[in-house]
């Protein structure tokens, strides 16, 4: 667990970092970190959609995780849920809903997640989860400097999930067969680079909506190896 602990700590770090310098910043710096991160984000989706293998198979399961999302209401459950935990803080930020749903899903969308969280959890391996802890927390920084104390928040799911995965990882082994961790990749990538989009405020994409197609390309890499 120690890779999830030291990720959890990276997010709320970053995101007081964050916080701490952004009613510091005049609003056009906050801007260009947001511009910034967003070209980043935008570049590593593409990279990792276009290095997979089974590129049509990636397209399938994002058009099988798009209407199984949209008939689930993902995105509006997790935009519920951030709008319960503004209540209960008391938070008077206006983005506090936008920051936690951008990191999380930003935090939680890819094969780094999978991988790092069975390796510590199967062969005590943390590297992965810190390698990402040190991603994570470098754009809580800016995230947080531009969208507030919501990317915060966005630990708890990171905490959730990845430990999860971690105290799980003998029965998920099968997670790490390279077939699955191409689907996962390429299907992550399309979904990381549509965060990237709405980072760049280019569109609106309810990416909450398409996370199940990571659950579909994980079956698609079983069956077709």
């Known amino acids: 667990m120690i890779g999830t602990l030291v990720n959890t700590g990276a997010v709320v770090m970053g995101g007081a970092v964050g ?38 198979l990636a397209i399938a399961c994002l058009l099988l995780g798009g209407v199984t999302g949209e008939l689930l209401r993902i995105e509006q459950r997790l935009e519920g849920l951030a709008e319960t935990l503004r209540q209960i803080l008391r938070s008077d930020s206006s983005r506090f809903v936008e920051g936690f749903v951008t990191a999380t899903l930003l935090y939680l969308t890819g094969a780094m997640t999978i991988v790092g969280s069975i390796r510590d959890g199967t062969v005590g391996d943390p590297s992965v989860l810190l390698l990402k802890s040190l991603l994570d927390g470098v754009a809580s920084v800016a995230l947080a400097s531009s969208l507030g104390v919501g990317v915060l928040f966005s630990a708890l799911p990171v905490l959730v999930v990845q430990g999860g995965i971690t105290l799980l990882a003998g029965q998920l082994a099968f997670l790490s067969q390279p077939a699955v961790l191409d689907a996962v990749n390429a299907t992550g990538g399309l979904l990381i680079l549509g965060i990237g989009i709405n980072l760049l405020n280019l569109g609106r994409i309810q990416v909450g909506n398409l996370l199940p197609a990571v659950l579909y390309a994980i079956v698609g890499g079983l069956l077709f190896p």
């Open 19 to 56: 916080l701490s310098v952004g009613t510091r910043l005049p609003e056009r710096i906050k801007v260009i970190l947001m511009q910034a991160l967003g070209l980043a984000v935008v570049a590593i989706g593409l990279r990792m959609a276009l290095e997979a293998q089974h590129a049509l």
